[in-house]
């Protein structure tokens, strides 16, 4: 069964951090190019982050770059999002995504975790 875990969200004050993990089970973890989307109240569903199947390469959003960092740990099944800097607009639910970084095959998203920056 194909599971996408994700954990560490909750209420931080603006300029803070937070760490976003997300656990995968029931595919080859190290074979899936991995996203972080968000998507708030009111707006579609944005990319945040990606990064390669062996984590060679990684890309961001504008709106985040230099404030969030997208890593993985392919012996752990885990991805990660460090957020630091933090800012109310940044408030959203978070999901992780699972793509195939070669050929055909399924998506796999998680169930998303809350984020709220908030004073």
């Known amino acids: 069964q194909v599971q996408l875990v994700e954990s560490g969200g909750g209420l931080v004050q603006p300029g803070g951090s937070l760490r976003l993990s997300c656990t995968a089970s029931?595919?080859?973890?190290?074979?899936?190019?991995m996203r972080w989307y968000r998507q708030a109240p009111g707006k579609e569903r944005e990319l945040v982050a990606v990064i390669t199947a062996i984590g060679s390469s990684t890309n961001y959003a504008d709106s985040v770059r230099g404030r969030f960092t997208i890593s993985r740990d392919n012996a752990k099944n885990t991805v990660y999002l460090q957020m630091n800097r933090l800012k109310p607009e940044d408030t959203a639910v978070y999901y992780c995504?699972?793509?195939?970084?070669?050929?055909?095959?399924?998506?796999?998203w998680g169930q998303g975790t809350q984020v709220t920056v908030s004073s």
């Open positions: 029931g595919f080859t973890f190290s074979s899936y190019v």
């Open positions: 995504h699972a793509r195939p970084s070669v050929g055909l095959g399924n998506d796999y």
